[in-house]
């Protein structure tokens, strides 16, 4: 049978003073696109995670029937407080986690019970083994790592604690992410690679994710849009999505496991790939 690759979606938790309301409209307007799942973001050390993530989790997973993954960040959770999570998620019936570290927020002191997403993922299997785990990667390499074989090393060590599957850090170039693949596979991680997509519709979300993942490499084609359209919100928006849909169509036409869309809880970004992209992820006839 040909290979069918995945079209799922990545939201965010609001703030909890800002409510849900907005969320769960975006949720039920991306419900009828069927995305094969939807994973909740979680906050490292800011929200508690009951509220935020595994709420949503469960909104997607039973209210929405969409298969769910909750995000969760470690290395400022205790094991007690990871059980309690589990425990959260086991009664809501999600058993998908995107186990993480989470990012080292300074001036802040991690918890020792978790040092990396591996000394986690490790946890669950122990804990509770009839969770799924997914891990996260990076075709740029994470920023704390010296250079990419260390990366790609400690990636293997991941994926042998337990990942079925790994999803990367977006990209905008797709050349990065199939040189990864290859290294991936030499390193003998067999597991499927969902890859991030963000498609860009604003200049200012633009500048603040070059801020804040500074490991991104832009090619000159995503730069030229950026600087030709910087005061023409309109036609920025129109090419961020065009450059994203031409960067599915291409993973997908070289066998990607899946596309992951980083969707900023925007119905209208995740309506417009899918329409776009819609024939490319449909299943085909054996
Ligand atoms: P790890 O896999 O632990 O790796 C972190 C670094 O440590 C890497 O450089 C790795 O090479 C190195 N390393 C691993 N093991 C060892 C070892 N034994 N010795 C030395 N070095 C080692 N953050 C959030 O807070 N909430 C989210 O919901 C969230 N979702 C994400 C989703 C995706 C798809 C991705 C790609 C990232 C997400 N992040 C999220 C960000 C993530 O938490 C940060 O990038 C964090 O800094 C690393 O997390 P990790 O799980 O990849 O870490």
Redesign the pocket.
Same mark, same amino acid.
């Given at each position: 049978m040909a290979h069918t690759p995945s079209l799922s979606f990545?939201i965010?938790p609001p703030n909890p003073a800002a409510g849900n309301e907005k969320i769960l409209s975006a949720l039920r307007h991306m419900q009828d696109l069927a995305p094969h799942f939807i $994973?909740?973001?979680?906050?490292?050390?800011k929200y508690n995670l009951e509220d935020t993530?595994v709420r949503l989790a469960d909104y997607i997973h039973n209210d929405l029937g969409i298969p769910s993954i909750a995000?969760?960040?470690a290395?400022y959770l205790t094991k007690e407080e990871v059980t309690n999570i589990l425990v959260a998620l086991d009664q809501i019936g999600v058993h998908n986690i995107?186990?993480?570290?989470?990012?080292?927020i300074p001036n802040i002191t991690p918890r020792e019970d978790f040092?990396?997403?591996?000394?986690?993922i490790s946890f669950i299997k122990d804990e509770a083994p009839h969770f799924d785990i997914i891990?996260?990667?990076?075709p740029e $390499?994470?920023?704390? $790592?010296p250079n990419q074989v260390?990366?790609?090393?400690?990636?293997k060590?991941?994926v042998d604690a337990g990942c079925s599957s790994l999803?990367?850090?977006?990209f905008f170039d797709n050349e990065v992410f199939y040189d990864f693949q290859e290294k991936c596979l030499l390193a003998g991680i067999e597991v499927p690679i969902l890859a991030?997509i963000m498609p860009i519709i604003n200049r200012n979300q633009a500048l603040r994710l070059l801020n804040t993942c500074e490991n991104i490499r832009l090619p000159r084609k995503f730069r030229a849009i950026l600087d030709k359209y910087e005061h023409d919100p309109e036609s920025l928006r129109a090419a961020g999505l065009a450059y994203a849909v031409d960067q599915i169509v291409d993973l997908v036409t070289q066998d990607v496991a899946g596309i992951?869309l980083y969707t900023m809880n925007n119905p209208q970004v995740a309506n417009y790939i899918h329409h776009a992209t819609y024939s490319l992820f449909k299943h085909s006839a054996v």
């Open positions: 990545e965010f $994973s909740v973001t979680a906050s490292n050390n993530t995000h969760l960040p290395i995107l186990a993480l570290r989470g990012d080292r040092h990396y997403a591996t000394d986690l891990g996260a990667c990076y $390499s994470h920023p704390d $790592s260390s990366d790609i090393k400690h990636l060590t991941k999803v990367t850090q977006l991030g992951h």
